[in-house]
């Protein structure tokens, strides 16, 4: 083995530096004590001055990030107070239609909080109300990034962890709504119980070692618990970290516009503005989750009642994100005419039973979220596009896919409406029956309406823009020529206003590329139909010779309209 | 608009993924805009008035703070006191929200108002450079070479078993999660009626008794024995299985029978199990015209008239029925335990 040699990559001088500096100030001293320790020079140098653009679009991530922190906070607050123990207690506390009823400890510790505690009722209802704005906000972030094309290359990654972040934002909310146990939230773990039961061969031995045993048993809270205080958390918590990490490593993306290119960032530096905005942020969400728990009722527990398991209420409704699940559930009808869906299939050992009304509600659930996890994927191999974006899409400029995600947003919006449907049949006194029904065509006809109409209005904005770009904005002055006609003046936009408008990719239909072996397969002949419906019906961007053309054509917008600096701009690029 | 074309597909532009550096667009990158000065930029009182505005809403933050102290030491502890509970929500509310609003709002508008508004230009680091790739694939390299894993098959193999095998002890040992004796699905099959035991009125448990019981009327019912259960989560779990439905109809409304449950109604009373056959909600409507119950979980809806068959909504089989009698002092009783297991369908259900 050869020797090592001693010889440093850092002068004698840069070490002793670090111990010769002496700092001028108090603060100084505090800083550099620090600074000689941790090294925070480099953070200070990496992130003080970083570029955030700004839009109001990318507020939702933080809406979310913020709600889960004031969710954590709060919910901490009533960990020293309820008691998840399912055993069983006479409540003595200060409501007075509940004492002296039989209850598990859970209810009544929760009643506590509400009654007993002061500000436990407004730490509670900060707790749910936190919780809501908190999934709502990861949905509405999502939105944002599938209709802007954020997840493609290189942030594929970051879309799947915060389709891991949604999932887990679900199971902290059912988990924590099922505490109290009461009879709301009761019905709800019924429900969750009958729908493991469904699943074949393990469902049934799911539900036993969930529960410990038969529904609902005594064990059941305390699990729950353990996963919502603990495990969900946890989980939730490093994937934020992962989440922002990889938020820093790929900068965040921009709306296209004069300035913006593939290979920069434009916005305001953290220090100070940035910085000033997001944390002043974060005081607003607190602020509007405060108000809402302070005058807006959520969650009456007390209303309810002890858990048992023959009472129930009409009318309930889930938390609105298990909304679509409980839908799904109703849409499903457990005969076509008088022929079961359900159906035994015989063994030897006494058949076993397959319920059909309550497996085929796993497709829908299992469409939407494994395809929301491998969009980006998809989206990829339909499009060939293999390419880095920083540039984010304006959604009509991407017609194909902006109509895509609407035709599944309004599948889960008819999902979700017939978690509701009862309440739409007694609120506008309609049959439920007939409630139901449409609702099942819509879960059919809406997506596919939904598809066409939207990507018709994505093509019909392209078309104005065009209009704008060649024609101008009409000015709302009209004029009569010498010789009598009449007629709409246009103003011409600027240079920056225009370069929004027609700096987009606008990809043409690819055609079938042969395999090795010289042949077009099954799986490529699939690709190519889709990407037809993507890009058959595509609305060309503003080409440079066209536009030129349309200036040279321009009678009615003389020069001295333009804009001052865009004219030169215009001659020497005709030269 | 004729003249230069709709961009119809054929027309116009094709820019594919990737190209648009600026050169293929219909003008080149014109650049940032001109910064605009705010107001408070160029006209000094502008900027004081922003200070003003900011100050007054961290002002309001304090008063937000005090607020929530009135709330929680003026009202005090409510205690069952709804209306004072009420106020003291609505108190603590509004002073956490002043107080938090005033932060939020003031910080956002001093960094509007008052804190440089330039845009910067930053560039975007390539995610790697080829240099550090082919340096980190040799590192890695080099460190695979030095563990021998490629000259040893014999450890990666066994370290493959190995590390198989080692994560099952951490899903066996949930095994105890349901550690009850009659551990398993037959279970399921029974309940606690047998025959002989009176159905008494959920919750208070008093017998019921057939004359009691007019046409139309309808009783939620539990076995007189559940109450000897010990245990508030058996208890549960027993009542889960066994809550009944007793209707009392005209005797004329009933369809035929089918064959081998002639007796199991007693006149017009007939019980059914109150466990939806869907996911398990209790079936807990009745409504007397049609003699239609509704789950209102998901609107099931069983026909008591035809022995529950189900006419509309998601669950796949009719309600069990439970076979009823009185005994001698009148008092409404179980000829025996259901006869199919109740509740949501499961896999050995059979």
């Known amino acids: 083995m050869s020797t090592q040699s001693l010889e440093s990559k850092y002068t004698e001088e840069q070490y002793s530096e670090v111990d010769q500096y002496q700092p001028a100030t108090r603060t100084g001293r505090i800083a550099n004590y620090v600074d000689t320790r941790v090294g925070g020079t480099g953070m200070v140098r990496e992130f003080g001055r970083k570029v955030f653009p700004d839009h109001w679009t990318f507020m939702f991530g933080e809406v979310a990030l913020y709600s889960f922190v004031i969710t954590v906070i709060s919910g901490a607050f009533l960990t020293f107070w309820f008691d998840p123990s399912m055993a069983s207690t006479r409540y003595d506390g200060s409501y007075v239609p509940l004492q002296g009823v039989e209850m598990s400890t859970a209810y009544s510790t929760a009643l506590q909080l509400s009654f007993d505690v002061r500000g436990g009722l407004f730490m509670r209802q900060l707790h749910h109300w936190g919780a809501l704005m908190f999934v709502m906000a990861m949905a509405i972030h999502m939105l944002r990034v599938f209709f802007t094309g954020a997840f493609r290359k290189p942030r594929e990654l970051n879309w799947v962890v915060g389709c891991t972040l949604l999932l887990a934002g679900l199971g902290a909310g059912f988990t924590g709504y099922s505490l109290p146990d009461e009879v709301l939230s009761g019905n709800g773990l019924r429900i969750i119980d009958g729908m493991l039961k469904a699943i074949p061969m393990v469902g049934t031995y799911i539900s036993f070692f969930l529960f410990g045993g038969e529904f609902p048993g005594d064990e059941v809270i305390p699990r729950l618990y353990s996963l919502h205080i603990f495990i969900i958390p946890a989980v939730i918590l490093i994937l ?336 | 608009m004729g003249e230069h074309g709709n961009g119809g597909p054929n027309s116009g532009a094709v820019i594919k993924a990737g190209e648009g550096r600026s050169s293929g667009y219909a003008i080149d990158n014109p650049g940032l805009p001109p910064h605009r000065p705010r107001l408070s930029d160029a006209d000094e009182k502008a900027a004081k008035r922003a200070e003003r505005q900011v100050s007054a809403l961290f002002l309001i933050s304090i008063i937000g703070t005090v607020m929530f102290f009135v709330g929680y030491f003026a009202v005090g502890v409510t205690a069952g006191d709804l209306q004072m509970l009420r106020l003291q929500n609505t108190l603590l509310g509004l002073g956490v929200a002043f107080a938090m609003l005033g932060i939020g709002l003031g910080v956002v508008q001093w960094a509007r108002a008052l804190m440089p508004d330039h845009e910067v230009i930053e560039d975007r680091k390539p995610l790697r450079k080829e240099a550090d790739r082919a340096e980190a694939a040799q590192t890695i390299n ?209």
């Open chain 1, 240 to 575: 934020i970290a992962v989440h922002l990490f990889m938020v820093v490593t790929h900068k965040h993306t921009q709306y296209p516009g004069p300035g913006r290119t593939e290979r920069n960032v434009v916005g305001y530096p953290i220090g100070p503005v940035y910085a000033a905005k997001a944390g002043g942020f974060f005081f607003v969400v607190f602020g509007v989750l405060a108000l809402l728990a302070g005058t807006f009722q959520i969650n009456a527990l007390w209303n309810y009642g002890p858990y048992d398991p023959s009472p129930v209420q009409a009318g309930t409704q889930p938390d609105w994100y298990i909304g679509w699940f409980d839908g799904l559930l109703r849409l499903m009808p457990g005969y076509i005419g008088d022929i079961p869906l359900e159906f035994v299939i015989p063994t030897p050992w006494g058949g076993n039973s397959v319920a059909t009304p309550v497996l085929v509600t796993f497709l829908p659930i299992t469409a939407l979220l494994l395809g929301l996890f491998v969009w980006p994927w998809i989206e990829a191999w339909i499009t060939g596009d293999k390419k880095e974006h920083h540039i984010l899409d304006r959604p009509r400029n991407a017609p194909g896919r902006t109509a895509f995600g609407m035709a599944m947003m309004i599948w889960y919006f008819v999902m979700w409406a017939a978690a509701s449907s009862d309440l739409i049949a007694t609120h506008f006194s309609l049959s439920f029956n007939d409630v139901l029904i449409w609702l099942r065509v819509l879960f059919f006809a809406g997506p596919i309406l939904t598809f066409i109409i939207t990507k018709r209005i994505c093509l019909a904005l392209q078309r104005k823009d065009r209009e704008i770009v060649l024609h101008g904005n009409e000015a709302g002055v009209i004029e009569m020529l010498p010789h009598g006609e009449f007629r709409e003046k246009h103003t011409r936009v600027s240079d920056y206003e225009l370069y929004t408008l027609v700096a987009y990719e606008s990809p043409e239909v690819t055609p079938a590329r042969p395999n090795a072996k010289g042949k077009v397969g099954l799986l490529e002949k699939s690709r190519v139909r889709l990407n037809r419906t993507f890009f058959e019906d595509r609305v060309a961007p503003v080409s440079r010779e066209e536009y030129i053309e349309a200036l040279s054509h321009d009678d009615h917008g003389t020069p001295a309209e333009l804009p001052a600096g865009s004219v030169g701009a215009i001659e020497s690029r005709k030269s």
């Open chain 2, 142 to 350: 080099e460190i695979v070479d030095e563990t021998q894993i490629k000259r040893r098959p014999l450890l990666r193999n066994t370290l493959i078993g190995a590390a198989l095998l080692a994560p099952l002890p951490a899903v066996i040992v949930f095994r105890d999660l349901d550690r009850s004796e009659d551990f398993g699905p037959e279970r399921m099959r029974h309940t606690m009626w047998e025959e002989g035991v009176r159905l008494v009125r959920d919750p208070t448990g008093t017998p019921i008794r057939a004359s009691d019981l007019t046409v139309g009327s309808a009783v939620h019912a539990i076995p007189e024995t559940l109450r000897e259960v010990s245990g508030h989560g058996d208890r549960l779990a027993e009542k889960a299985k066994a809550v009944v439905l007793l209707i009392r109809m005209n005797p004329d409304d009933f369809e035929p029978v089918t064959p081998g449950r002639e007796d199991w109604k007693y006149e017009g009373i007939i019980a059914c199990s109150k466990v939806c056959t869907h996911v398990g909600c209790p079936v807990a409507l009745y409504e007397r015209h049609t003699h239609h119950l509704l789950c209102p979980c998901h609107q099931s809806t069983f026909d008591a008239a035809e022995e529950f068959k189900v006419i509309f909504g998601p669950a796949g089989r009719p309600l069990p029925q439970l076979p009823i009698t009185v005994d001698d002092e009148g008092f409404l009783i179980a000829r025996s335990d259901f006869t199919e297991p109740v509740g949501p369908t499961y896999w050995e259900r059979g």
